[in-house]
């Protein structure tokens, strides 16, 4: 089971740090990704880690603003938001998936977090 924390409301150009906790993580066959649901939206793919930590993606919108990282050791991944908009409001959850490769996918994924809210706003 995942377990999500640090969601939360900030200022726009403010910051947080989600994390994200799994036994699966001490594991080099699980990869990890961080989805979000914005009101009125399908959920979308933010950012996705390799089993080895290695050789993250994000998407176009969080590009520079967004650092997914993992520690292994101790079973957590997290995702620190800097420089957040209000278009970065949304209920972010931590995904993880059985295969060594990042992917943007929900299909992809077997285990869900329940998801932590995000607020953005003045």
């Known amino acids: 089971q995942l377990v999500e924390s640090g969601g939360g409301s900030v200022q726009p150009v403010g910051a947080l740090t989600l994390s994200c906790a799994h036994s699966?993580?001490?594991?080099?066959?699980?990869?990890s990704g961080w989805f979000r649901e914005a009101p009125g939206k399908r959920r979308e793919a933010v950012s996705c880690?390799?089993?080895?930590?290695?050789?993250?993606i994000y998407v176009e919108s969080v590009e520079g603003r967004f650092t997914i990282s993992r520690d292994n050791a101790k079973n957590i991944v997290y995702l620190a938001m800097n420089t957040l908009n209000p278009e970065d409001t949304g209920i972010y959850y931590c995904?993880?998936?059985?295969?060594?490769?990042?992917?943007?996918?929900?299909?992809?994924?077997?285990?869900w977090g329940q998801g932590t809210q995000v607020t953005v706003s003045a």
């Open positions: 699966a993580f001490t594991s080099d066959t699980y990869s």
């Open positions: 880690l390799d089993s080895s930590g290695h050789r993250p």
């Open positions: 995904a993880a998936g059985g295969h060594n490769y990042c992917s943007v996918h929900i299909s992809e994924y077997d285990d």
